[in-house]
């Protein structure tokens, strides 16, 4: 054998080596290698209880990977898809009960995992602001609630007696009000800005779309000015004489904002204003 092909032999025994080592010392660094799946999903479900959902994920996809089709496996997958939500997480929460909505659609926990996708959305635009001070929510893009309300009515579509469908109904209603509000907002903007027939139709979209909301009211308000500028005097006086007659009747549902106590930093919140387009 010449001395170069000596050479190579001895350079690639060497990389042999030392490709061998790296792996074989990072099986030594990994402490869960020899662990059964039993040990991997009480592990991970103890790290998650602690709020350390970091090392809940890890564990739980480690799980996966290594028992696809175990006892554990159905749970670790909803289990993760609450760990990435906590850990903040949203499209991996998301990503991951798609996968458990498809893998077992007929599956008793199906129920959650739709509830699950729907609190995902229900809080997915929520940033520091929201967490920590009385913001409106109406203000804010109404994507992920409108994703959410898709949630929620799958949920009480599918599954009305569960306590799923019960708190899912409560939350379809606070959501629907909130996107109802969102509209009046994009009205009043128009208005502001001289937008009237924007205006006017926003808030027609409003009465089509938000009957028994309390955003009916002030829809119906915003029309009548809207329609008092653009010089529409017939309209105008038709409008009035409806909001007369279900203010008479009192037809008109009240904003659940108005009838709580508010504390403190709401009033402080209401009079900086910050809220306001």
Known sequence: MSQRSWWLLLIALTLTLTLGGCGMFGKEDDETRDWSAQKLFVEATDAMSSGDYERAIDLYQKLEARYPFGKYAQQSQLNIAYAYYRFSEPESALAALDRFINLYPNSPATAYAYYLRGMVNFNRSLGFLDRYLPTDRSQRDPGASVEAYKDFAEVVRRFPDTEYGEDGRKRMIHLRNNLARHEVNVAQYYLDRGAFLAAANRGQYVLENY????????????????????????????????????????????????????TWSHHVWDYVGLDKN
């Open 211 to 262: 009957q028994r909301t309390p955003a009916v009211k002030p829809a119906l308000q915003i029309m009548i000015a809207a329609y008092e500028r653009l010089g529409l005097a017939g309209l105008a006086q038709d409008t009035q004489r409806v909001l007369a007659l279900n203010e008479q009747q009192g037809n008109f549902i009240p904003d659940p904002r108005d009838l709580e106590d508010k």
